[in-house]
């Protein structure tokens, strides 16, 4: 088992910034952990992923170029640093594990957090 707990979420203003982090705990820190989110009414959306080699992280379409993905291995901590939000990045966040690398399906990842409440003001 691995349990997952996101902090950091909040409301900003559009164009401000915020810094999402996420502790994982229990088995050995799983290869690949990254973010997803899930605007109201909507489906669940991938946003980020990190592998624990330190290779290219990889990103949605939709926040590329805005957030970055970084992780502590020793501290078995994964990072999101949100910059230039916008009014559509609004979502509950969530931070997931699992055992694939440069995969952006829900599906492929076996272990999620509760969640971190983004909302983003216009």
């Known amino acids: 088992q691995v349990q997952l707990v996101e902090s950091g979420g909040g409301l900003v203003q559009a164009g401000g910034s915020l810094r999402l982090s996420c502790a994982a705990s229990g088995r050995t820190v799983s290869p690949s952990l990254g973010w997803f989110r899930q605007p109201p009414g909507k489906e669940r959306e991938f946003v980020a992923g990190?592998?624990?080699?330190?290779?290219?992280?990889w990103y949605g379409d939709s926040v590329k170029g805005r957030f970055a993905i970084s992780r502590d291995n020793a501290k078995n901590t994964v990072y999101l640093q949100m910059n230039s939000l916008k009014p559509e990045d609004t979502a509950v966040y969530y931070c997931?594990?699992?055992?694939?690398?440069?995969?952006?399906?829900?599906?492929?990842?076996?272990?999620w957090g509760q969640g971190t409440q983004v909302t983003v003001s216009s």
């Open positions: 997931a594990a699992g055992i694939r690398y440069y995969t952006t399906s829900p599906t492929d990842y076996d272990y």
């Open positions: 990190s592998s624990r080699s330190g290779g290219v992280p």
